[in-house]
């Protein structure tokens, strides 16, 4: 019982050795990890800030569908041919 009861011992302090070390390398590299980050932070922000236009403007398009749906359908086919040549 005292060998497994050590074993269990040098195994919890391994771990907490290991937790420790992680801690550190974590906060060490938090700066870097923030400066890496922060153009996608920024892109994701400004997309979230243009969230109640692109609401308003997918409500006005798809109305507009509903009320022309050949001009729809033929804007729709045009956008696509465009996108696939770019």
Known sequence: ???QRRKRK???QQLLRDIQQQRLELS???QL???ITE???KGWQKL???KPYLQLGVSAISLYGLRH???FYRWSRY???VLKWK
């Open 69 to 71: 749906p050949v001009k």
């Open 48 to 50: 979230l800030s243009l």
């Open 33 to 35: 990890w923030k400066s």
């Open 10 to 12: 040098l195994k919890k």
């Open 1 to 3: 019982m005292s060998k």
């Open 39 to 41: 153009p996608y932070d």
């Open 79 to 81: 956008i696509i041919r």
């Open 28 to 30: 060490n590299n938090t």
